[in-house]
């Protein structure tokens, strides 16, 4: 037989109103500490679940949420999956139930995700990555009185990653000759370019032209389908790291559009005679493990995952325009900082 609010209240000896109140959250009811845990460790001890469709029919808030991603290519990305599972924690710490969700390119089974998900009590929405006809999805959103956030979109709500304090922290560190000799390896037509965005705050006085032709080694970023992404942006960063350093000898510093072209330029540099960390400096974007931990000394930017979770996971409840942008960090590897340190 299933637990009722009726039978929890029978044991307890409080009324079903009391009860109800307790379980399903509520603030503004009269119950003492002592009786809201009590009511609490009875309903646990009877397995009590409460009725989504019912808390849907009566317009309650059902504690749901989802973190939606924008397809297969974003999700095989380390940093984004911690971040996924750093979301699911968060909600589950704060007694949500949480979805995690995937749309694709196909705008209508992206529209049919939401409005299901939507059916099943969700009311709190974070994004992560642009999406398709990201317009129509938020209305959708917006449409249903749901609240939500976009982490690297286009949304009305939404949370970016700004490179500006990590790219300025990172040259003045360097030396002149360093500084003369910066490339950033990555695409400048990239739909959101955040690296070339800080190159620019970075250097205001300079035009997009002047910047582009003095520091930026550009190059078109590949349409991955396949199923080793990892390893193939790992060949494009060798090839591209063999045709930059082909056309500018005295490279000295090398930034990458992500951590996975460094992996390809590392490799490309261990067969020749320069010295990693000494000759020539390696930076990339994301701060995944393979850079963490690797024997050479390298560093990565990204944003700290801990502020991301929790600012995603607070602006997720709230609603009206957001557009915050938030300091991504330079991080040195341990062999970086232990050669640094000699």
């Not at 035009?207 to 991955?224: A, N, Q």
Request: hydrophobic fraction near 40%; charged fraction near 25%.
């Amino acid at each position: 037989m299933s637990v009722t609010i009726k039978s929890i209240a029978r044991i307890v000896g409080i009324s079903p109103q009391a009860v109800s109140a307790v379980l399903n959250n509520k603030t503004n009811c009269r119950v003492s500490a002592m009786n809201r845990r009590h009511i609490q460790k009875v309903a646990h001890e009877l397995g009590y679940c409460r009725s989504i469709t019912a808390q849907i029919m009566r317009g309650d808030n059902t504690r749901t949420a989802a973190v939606v991603t924008a397809g297969v290519a974003l999700n095989i990305e380390e940093h984004i999956n911690t971040l996924l599972l750093s979301l699911l924690k968060r909600f589950n710490a704060e007694q949500y139930s949480c979805f995690l969700a995937e749309c694709n390119d196909d705008v209508n089974y992206s529209a049919h995700l939401l409005k299901e998900l939507i059916s099943r009590g969700v009311r709190h929405f974070v994004f992560v990555g642009r999406v398709v006809e990201e317009q129509q999805l938020e209305a959708i959103v917006r449409d249903n009185q749901c609240t939500y956030v976009q982490f690297n979109g286009g949304m009305k709500r939404r949370i970016v990653s700004d490179m500006h304090c990590a790219l300025a922290e990172l040259w003045t560190g360097l030396e002149p000759a360093e500084r003369e000799n910066f490339k950033l390896l990555t695409d400048p037509e990239y739909w959101d370019n955040n690296r070339l965005k800080a190159m620019q705050q970075l250097f205001p006085c300079l035009s997009c032209e002047e910047i582009t032709d003095r520091y930026i080694y550009g190059f078109k970023l590949p349409e991955i389908i396949g199923t080793d992404r990892a390893g193939e942006l790992a060949e494009v960063g060798y090839r591209k790291t063999r045709e930059l350093l082909r056309d500018f000898p005295d490279t000295k510093v090398i930034m990458y559009h992500s951590d996975h072209f460094l992996y390809g330029g590392l490799q490309f540099l261990a067969q020749g005679s320069r010295r990693i960390g000494r000759d020539i400096q390696l930076v990339g974007v994301n701060n995944t493990t393979g850079i963490r931990q690797n024997t050479f000394p390298l560093r990565s930017i990204a944003l700290p995952a801990e502020d991301l979770t929790e600012k995603l996971f607070q602006q997720s409840l709230q609603d009206g325009e957001l557009d915050l942008e938030l300091q991504s960090r330079i991080f040195a590897n341990a062999m970086y900082r232990k050669e640094n340190a000699e």
